[in-house]
């Protein structure tokens, strides 16, 4: 007779297991009987109370959390707007205002003294626009003094025609590409002058000596960029550096 394993018998010299033993893929206690079935996909299935107290099953350290639906680093980067609870940050984006159209346009010659805004620029929420003569950021700042890192300089070319060209007389508006008044008229200014926006009203203005831009007093808000301040230059040379000032107060 063949000598078989503990559980197995001998037929016809073979030895075999029993039909009536234990299933190899399932949770045995001491006694043999079944406690649970392995599922196919080899997870570790629920336990209970009863499997744990008992010391036949243990529970991996994470069981009873939930995912959060973070990415771990080590499958994929962290999502930016997901916060530590799991709650999604709302991600709404900051103000911000496009130019597309928008002309800047001295009344006192509304066909020659106009300048069109590049499409595209853009003004985030209490920033502002310049539009100085003839100057470059670095040349304005020169003149005038260090500009707030909130501020844009465009340098407008403007010769005999074109704006901003400030001699005295001027009144400024905003139109957009169909003709419609955005913002102004401003008060007429005079010769060698300074103005602030002091109101939400187009002729909220008061003078101030060699202003500088970005340090207009704030404004309550407004969906479009307003004028703010203009200045005129006087002196030798000093034309290059006349300039206007929109700010954009959502």
């Known amino acids: 007779m063949v000598d078989c394993g503990e559980g197995e018998r001998c037929v016809a010299g ?18 043999g009987a079944p406690d649970a079935e392995l599922p196919l996909d080899g997870s570790i299935p629920d336990a209970t109370a009863a499997d744990v107290e008992g010391g036949d099953l243990a529970l991996p350290a994470d069981a009873g959390t939930k995912d959060l639906g973070q990415t771990s680093p080590d499958s994929g980067p ?11 940050d709302s991600g709404t984006p900051a103000p911000q205002f496009v130019f597309d159209g928008l002309s800047l346009v001295n009344l006192e010659q509304p066909d020659d003294q106009r300048f069109l805004i590049p499409a595209g620029t853009s003004l985030g929420a209490g920033e502002s626009l310049v539009l100085v003569r003839s100057a470059e950021r670095n040349e304005l700042e020169v003149a005038v003094g260090p500009l707030p890192s909130a ?16 001699n005295g ?8 590409g169909a003709g419609q008044v955005m913002d102004g008229p401003t008060p007429v200014g005079q010769v060698g ?30 969906p479009t960029p307003r004028i703010v301040a203009w200045s005129d230059r006087t002196g030798t040379g000093q034309f290059r550096f006349e300039w206007v000032e929109l700010r954009y107060d959502p």
Do not use: K
Request: proline letters at 12%; a negative charge.
């Open 193 to 222: 002058g300074g103005y602030q926006r002091t109101g939400p009203g187009a002729g909220d203005f008061q003078p101030v000596i060699d202003p500088v831009p970005g340090t207009s007093p704030g404004l309550p808000p407004h």
């Open 169 to 176: 007389g001027e009144s400024f508006q905003l139109e957009d």
């Open 151 to 166: 501020v844009q300089v465009i340098s407008t070319g403007a010769t005999s025609v074109g704006a901003p060209i400030i």
């Open 78 to 88: 962290f999502d930016a707007g997901i916060l530590d609870s799991g709650i999604l």
């Open 14 to 31: 073979i030895c075999e297991v029993p039909l009536d033993a234990p299933d190899v893929g399932s949770f045995a206690d001491a006694s």
